[in-house]
């Protein structure tokens, strides 16, 4: 045995002080005070120094037990299975090297699955004849916490299963990137990462809140009461599936050779990518570079042995089972310097600091200023001018300060806002955690009011730009929304450089057909905190379907009226209240409802809005004949209520494929998700423009 001295000693037990603190921080508070690759380096530190004089192994060490999520709040079970961390490597080259000692060690060739690793939060259900009766937090390992109630609000996970089965599922709870995105933007002090925003969702008291976040989850591990004749893995994902469960099918089979693996795939009902050892370094080269374009966020790969014999021959550390091992991506962050924090008014008047930092390289992009979303923020990150920060920016997600680093040398104390608004010099006023100009005509909020009411998400009026808007403004024409409907196009821009005949007339037949837009539409473009599409359609649909209606309930501050709606809060139904009984709001209404602009939904509407794609998520590729650029063919399957996404994942449905489609095309054949040529496409969008026609013959008369 290798012998120690003092000083290992010491760095030893102050690992493990480090570590079980940054544990704390990070399972208990989502809110950690390193970064994962730090964290990791001083895990990995420990190890090895544990490994080369074992009598340093304390059992308190964090290498030595599942780091711990156990809240007191929720009340504390113990798991029926073994609920570990999982070994890690951070080359392909280590993970090989595994697999071939795996290999070696039990005499004989193996299957080797790769998942995917889900960065979300370790769940186990428990099933009892086919009932979900627990749903448990990974906790110590040994002892989780019950959040049951909480996990019954995901949608996907089913309540009972087809069969009178008694098991442990394991899973991984996530939160959708693009739902982060939405839900951040709306928080008082903003998560770093969906991860954090889902760990502490999962957490909350009240499951009526849990409900209003979109959480997901995919299963990936099985364990049956009583014998089962499953022989491995695949067959477990196979029945996993087959009990209605969500399997991620973005995963890959490897055998020594290709053919076997694709068999064995096959044999199971599985999609997946099948190859050979060979093909992992390129799997997982590929799979890196596909990170950013998943709808969720992964930290790198699990590969796990596939016959389950060899898995219980091979057993189980304290920490980890020894049969997987997960290969973790370099964790996308960087540092850089914070030089200065801007602050911008945005169309509600909401002030928000931008940091522009010394621009630097992050997961394949140049960032140069991020969001601090409020003081609040700046107060939790105690930040200061001139401090060296931590910055990251998972996959799509928008990049966040993490943490500082290393304080300014000036000493420069924690950065607060200016008390007035920078471009009007308004006094600010502080409502909840947010910083906001009183004054409605601050010429950035009008700007951006009249920005957002132009725009394709307000009434998308044609041939009328930001650009046409800042002349307008310059020339004093356009101080508010409803000047849209009065200004004399003809009399203001005729002399002007730019402003041709055709051009003046194109803007206003583009503002005159706007008067047209439905009342949906017109309730979106008011710029309402938070009542976007979404908001507008829930509104709609729970019978507070005009105008009238809206600001009757705002009159009587009906709080209750809005609430009792299942998808809006307290919190939403208090900005709209607000919003619609502020003076210049109510203005702003009169006289756009004087232009013509509709009041309220009219039935028709509702039949004619074209949904024939909602539902559907689309993906293009390749290049087409009426639709040029391409995402002029996305666009209209938007129009007609489809989602598009830019990458082929398990959840497009259809893949557009014009000439030269290339990987895409590969990807969605493999997937099996439907693949539409140009003439298809053409005749589906006039289909749904058909059906429209009718339906408008019926209600001509
Ligand atoms: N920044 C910090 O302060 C801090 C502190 C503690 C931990 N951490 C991070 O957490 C890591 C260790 O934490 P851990 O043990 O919770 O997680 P882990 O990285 O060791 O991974 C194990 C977990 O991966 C999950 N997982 C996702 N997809 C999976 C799949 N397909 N198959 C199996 N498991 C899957 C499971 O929940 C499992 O519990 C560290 O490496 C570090 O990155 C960071
Ligand atoms: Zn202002």
Request: charged share 25%.
């Amino acid at each position: 045995m290798n012998t120690y001295d003092e000083s290992h000693q010491e760095e030893v037990r102050s690992l493990i002080e480090q570590l079980s603190r940054y544990q704390k921080a990070y399972y208990v508070d989502n809110q950690p005070l390193v970064s994962d690759t730090e964290y990791d380096r001083l895990f990995d530190r420990l190890q090895y120094l544990e490994n080369q004089y074992p009598s340093l192994r304390f059992p308190d060490s964090p290498t030595q037990r599942v780091g711990s999520d156990l809240d007191a709040t929720f009340p504390e079970v113990r798991h029926t299975i073994p609920v570990l961390s999982l070994d890690k490597a951070y080359t392909d080259s280590e993970l090989l090297a595994w697999i071939e000692r795996t290999e070696t060690k039990v005499s004989r060739d193996l299957g080797i699955v790769i998942e995917e690793k889900i960065d979300g939060i370790s769940i186990v259900l428990y099933y009892e004849e086919g009932y979900l009766v627990r749903a448990v937090t990974r906790g110590n390992g040994t002892i989780g916490n019950d959040v049951t109630a909480n996990v019954k609000t995901i949608a996907s996970i089913p309540l009972r299963l087809n069969e009178p089965v008694t098991l442990a599922v394991r899973g991984e709870v996530y939160l959708p990137k693009d739902k982060f995105e939405t839900l951040n933007s709306q928080m008082e002090v903003p998560y770093a990462n969906p991860r954090n925003l889902a760990a502490g969702t999962i957490r909350r008291i009240k499951s009526r809140e849990v409900a209003k976040v979109p959480l997901q989850i995919f299963v990936y591990e099985g364990f049956w009461e009583g014998e089962t004749d499953f022989k491995d893995h695949l067959s477990i994902l196979s029945k996993l599936s087959s009990y209605g469960f969500r399997i991620n099918s973005n995963f890959a089979y490897f055998t020594k050779d290709a053919e076997q693996a694709k068999r064995q795939l096959g044999a199971a009902g599985l999609k997946g990518y099948a190859g050979a050892y060979a093909d992992i370094a390129s799997y997982i080269k590929e799979h890196t570079s596909k990170r950013a374009s998943l709808g969720y966020e992964i930290d790198g790969l699990v590969a796990k042995v596939n016959e389950l014999d060899v898995r219980s021959q091979l057993g189980y550390t304290a920490h980890h089972p020894r049969w997987a091992m997960a290969y973790k991506f370099e964790s996308p962050q960087a540092q850089t310097t914070l030089l200065s924090i801007d602050l911008q008014v945005g169309r509600t008047g909401r002030v928000t600091p931008v940091a522009r930092v010394k621009p630097v390289q992050v997961a394949g992009s140049t960032i140069s200023s991020i969001t601090l979303h409020n003081q609040d923020y700046i107060n939790m990150l105690e930040l200061a001018l001139g401090d060296v920060v931590e910055i990251s920016r998972r996959g799509d997600v928008i990049p966040a300060v993490e943490r500082v680093i290393e304080k300014n040398e000036d000493s420069k104390g924690v950065y607060t806002m200016d008390p007035f608004c920078p471009v009007c010099g308004t006094a600010l006023v502080e409502k909840g955690a947010h910083t906001f100009c009183p004054n409605s005509q601050c010429p950035a909020q009008v700007r951006g009011r009249i920005e957002f009411f132009i725009s394709k998400d307000g009434m998308d009026i044609d041939n009328f730009g930001p650009e046409t808007a800042a002349v307008l403004i310059e020339q004093g024409v356009l101080q508010d929304v409803p000047d849209i409907y009065r200004i004399d196009y003809r009399k203001v821009l005729g002399d002007l450089n730019g402003f041709g005949e055709k051009k003046i007339l194109l803007l206003e037949k583009g503002v005159e057909q706007s008067k047209k837009r439905s009342f949906r539409q017109v309730l979106i473009s008011l710029g309402i905190p938070e009542l976007g599409k979404k908001g507008a359609q829930i509104l709609i649909e729970s019978g507070l379907d005009s105008m009238e209606k809206l600001l009757d309930v705002a009159k009587r501050q009906d709080v209750e009226r809005l609430t009792s709606i299942k998808q809006i809060g307290e919190k939403s139904a208090r900005l709209y209240i607000d919003a619609l009984n502020n003076p210049a709001m109510q203005e702003r209404i009169a006289a756009l409802a004087s232009f013509g602009l509709a009041m309220e939904e009219r039935e028709e509407e509702h039949a004619l809005v074209d949904e024939s794609f909602s539902g559907q998520v689309w993906c293009v590729t390749g290049s087409f004949e009426h639709f040029n650029p391409r995402s002029k063919a996305m666009d209209e399957v938007v129009k007609r209520g489809g989602r598009t996404v830019s990458a082929v994942t398990n959840k497009t449905t259809h893949l557009l494929a014009g000439s030269g489609g290339g990987s895409k095309l590969e990807k969605a054949q493999e997937l099996g998700i439907t693949i539409v040529d140009e003439e298809t496409f053409l005749a589906m969008l006039g289909e749904g423009a058909k059906k429209r026609e009718e339906m408008q013959g019926e209600f001509s008369f």
